[in-house]
């Protein structure tokens, strides 16, 4: 197995993977793919969508085995959801 170490700390690591989603990404992948992931590598702006984070991080990492992945929830505010929230339709 392979353990990958970051480069950056995680403030750095959030700004350019934010930076580079805004500037390069966001208008190549969000339409028609709303709910999808995008793994960004916050070095190069290569990225991979997937459906899924393990997917689309493992599409990048056959391509660039040293990436430093940014995963983004395409069209949300963040990649999970925490909390519930119902599913009824209330009356």
């Given at each position: 197995?392979?353990?990958?170490?970051?480069?950056?700390?995680?403030?750095?690591?959030?700004?350019?993977?934010?930076?580079?989603?805004?500037?390069q990404v966001r208008s190549q992948v969000e339409e028609g793919n709303h709910g999808k992931i995008?793994?960004?590598?916050?070095?190069?702006?290569?990225?991979?969508?997937?459906?899924?984070?393990?997917?689309?991080?493992?599409?990048?990492?056959?391509?660039?085995?040293?990436?430093?992945?940014?995963?983004?929830?395409?069209?949300?505010?963040?990649?999970?959801?925490?909390?519930?929230?119902?599913?009824?339709?209330?009356?």
């Amino acid at each position: 197995m392979i353990v990958r170490q970051p480069r950056y700390s995680k403030e750095e690591f959030a700004q350019r993977g934010d930076e580079i989603y805004e500037s390069q990404v966001r208008s190549q992948v969000e339409e028609g793919n709303h709910g999808k992931i995008v793994a960004i590598d916050i070095e190069t702006g290569a990225f991979e969508v997937a459906d899924e984070i393990l997917p689309a991080t493992d599409r990048l990492f056959e391509r660039l085995p040293d990436a430093q992945p940014w995963i983004v929830r395409i069209g949300h505010r963040a990649v999970h959801r925490f909390g519930s929230r119902s599913l009824r339709k209330s009356s």
